[in-house]
C-alpha cells in the first residue's frame, strides 16, 4: 500500500517557466510533509517542509502548498532553471522522525 | 546539517558473499536510518538504528539479512547478508536533526552478479 503518491514519473518545464510537481498521501496521521532533490550518484538533498498547521511555506523560488482535506501537497519551482534538473521525491513523516517517500518524479528543465 | 560519509560509494559483489557499509556522521546524532531505493522505485525505510538499543526493523527486512551496528553516537553499519543479484540497490544512510529534518549520505550503489 502506497502511502505517499506521485503520480507523474517525470515532468518536463522551459527554462523560465513554473514547475508544479504534485503528491497525495493516504495515511492522516501524516503532520509533516518534505521535499527532496536527488541527482544521480547522489544522496537526496533537502528542498523545503511543511507543517501540517500551515498551508503554505516559501523559500526563495520553491513553495510548497498543502491542503489537507485533499490530502494533497505541490511543489512549486519559479522560475524554473536547467540547474533544477533532478529527481524530485515527496515525503511525509509521522511521529519517530520515519520517512515515508513518494516514487519520484524526473523534473527535466529544457533551456 | 549534518555531513554524512558513506563509504563504499558503490561496489559489484558476487552473489553469496557479504557487503558492509560504513555511515559517519560530523556531529552526535540519537536517530540513524537506513533506506535502499531499487531501480525505478522509490525509498523505503530498511530499519531504525539507535544507539545502545536493537535496531527496529520494517516489515519484509530481517536481521539475519540486514544486521546493523551502531557503537556510537556518530557510526553506524549495514551488511548486506548472502548478496542475490534482487539486492542491487542504492543503500542510503540518514539522520535525523531535531528541529533540522533528515539528511542522506550520498549513497551506496551495489550491483549482485
Known amino acids: 500500500d502506497q502511502q505517499v503518491k506521485q503520480n507523474s514519473p517525470s515532468l518536463s518545464v522551459q527554462e523560465g517557466r513554473i514547475s508544479i510537481l504534485n503528491c497525495d498521501y493516504t495515511?492522516?496521521?501524516?503532520?509533516?510533509f518534505l521535499w527532496y532533490k536527488k541527482y544521480p550518484a547522489e544522496g537526496p538533498t533537502f528542498l523545503i517542509s511543511?507543517?501540517?498547521?500551515?498551508d503554505k511555506n516559501e523559500d526563495g523560488r520553491f513553495t510548497v502548498f498543502l491542503n489537507k482535506s485533499a490530502k494533497h501537497l505541490s511543489l512549486h519551482i519559479v522560475p524554473s532553471q536547467p540547474g533544477d534538473s533532478a529527481v524530485y521525491f515527496c515525503?511525509?513523516?509521522?511521529?519517530?522522525?520515519?520517512?515515508?517517500f513518494g516514487t519520484g518524479t524526473r523534473l527535466a528543465v529544457r533551456p | 546539517s549534518a555531513v554524512i560519509s558513506q563509504k563504499p560509494s558503490r561496489d559489484i559483489c558476487q552473489r553469496g558473499t557479504s557487503l558492509t557499509i560504513q555511515c559517519q556522521v560530523d556531529?552526535?546524532?540519537?536517530?540513524m536510518f537506513w533506506y535502499r531505493q531499487q531501480p525505478g522505485q522509490s525509498l523505503t525505510l530498511i530499519a531504525t538504528?539507535?544507539?545502545?538499543?536493537?535496531?527496529t526493523y520494517e516489515s519484509g527486512f530481517v536481521i539475519d539479512k540486514f544486521p546493523i551496528s551502531r557503537p556510537n553516537l556518530t557510526f553506524s553499519t549495514l551488511t548486506v547478508s548472502n548478496m542475490s543479484p534482487e539486492d542491487s540497490s542504492i543503500y542510503l544512510c540518514?539522520?535525523?536533526?531535531w528541529g533540522k529534518g533528515t539528511f542522506f549520505g550520498q549513497g551506496t550503489r551495489l550491483t549482485v552478479v
Open positions: 540518514s539522520v535525523a536533526l
Open positions: 495515511n492522516s496521521m501524516f503532520d509533516y
Open positions: 511543511i507543517s501540517s498547521i500551515k
Open positions: 515525503a511525509a513523516q509521522s511521529s519517530g522522525d520515519k520517512l515515508t
Open positions: 556531529s552526535q546524532v540519537t536517530m
Open positions: 538504528a539507535n544507539q545502545g538499543s536493537e535496531a
